[in-house]
């Protein structure tokens, strides 16, 4: 039995490992774009509450409304779920009627379930 040349061997391992990675890269980079499409989501979300917190306008809680409504329709990754489910409980300590130190206590909270990393 012949085991062949060196120079074949090397070929045919370099061959494998190019379709293993071919077949490999879809995937991992469909992972990356959904990471970052929730991180940004994340940052929006928070960025539309700091607003709220800060100024109290009645027109930026409709913008969360809207956000929150618009991309729960159009989500399709279910890691993403989460993010609108704390949204919405915002959204609902936002138009209750108790005390606005309670009431932004309890959002910071919510926030703080969503744990963005800082990266």
Excluded: C
Excluded at 14 to 33: C, G, N, Q, S, T
């Amino acid at each position: 039995m012949e085991w062949g040349p060196l120079s074949e061997w090397v070929t045919a391992s370099a061959e494998i490992a190019a379709v293993i990675v071919a077949l490999f890269l879809p995937y991992y980079d469909e992972h990356r774009k959904s990471k970052l499409r929730t991180r940004n989501l994340k940052l929006f979300l928070y960025k539309l509450v700091h607003d709220i917190l800060t100024k109290r306008d009645p027109e930026q809680i409709k913008n969360l409304e809207s956000f929150l409504k618009l991309g729960y329709l159009i989500d399709d990754n279910s890691n993403d779920e989460i993010i609108f489910v704390v949204g919405n409980q915002i959204l609902l300590e936002l138009n209750s009627d108790q005390d606005e130190k309670i009431t932004n206590q309890k959002v910071k909270k919510l926030l703080d379930q969503l744990e963005l990393e800082k990266s």
